[in-house]
């Protein structure tokens, strides 16, 4: 559950989404989870829809939640899973830039799971 502290200085918006990414990293919500409406947890809070939609917004472009249309929006994953996509985001963006395909790239990575590097 999340609360709003009406004398905080941080805007109601970066309260909801700093408390729903707690509760992702705390694992309180599971990848897969389906988080409230906009409107009803705005209505929950007594917040404006537009407050939700920021913080849902926010979270969205950070990778923490994912909206589906009228599906709804749900959690993505905790802390590791989505630093772990953002490591194979950029290693097959340089693997690209050298000429790679994406499967290249994988390969790579199997091969070195079974025969991995040593570092001098």
């Keep these: 559950m ?15 989404r700093a408390g729903i990414a707690a509760q992702v ?3 309180t919500l599971w990848a897969g989870d389906r988080l409230p409406t906009v409107r009803r947890l ?8 537009n407050t939700v939609a920021r913080a849902y917004r926010e979270l969205e472009a950070s990778g923490v939640i994912e909206t589906r249309g009228r599906a709804g929006s749900f959690v993505m994953g905790d802390r590791a899973e989505r ?14 830039a050298l000429g790679l395909s994406a ?18």
């Design 2 to 16: 999340i609360t709003l502290d009406e004398f905080s200085a941080t805007p109601p918006y970066e309260q909801i």
């Design 103 to 120: 499967a290249e790239a994988v390969e790579l990575v199997r091969n070195l799971e079974q025969h991995p590097v040593r570092s001098s």
């Design 25 to 27: 990293d705390a694992g």
């Design 83 to 96: 630093e772990a996509k953002q490591a194979a985001v950029a290693y097959l963006e340089r693997t690209k």
């Design 42 to 49: 705005a209505e929950d809070l007594g917040v404006a829809a």
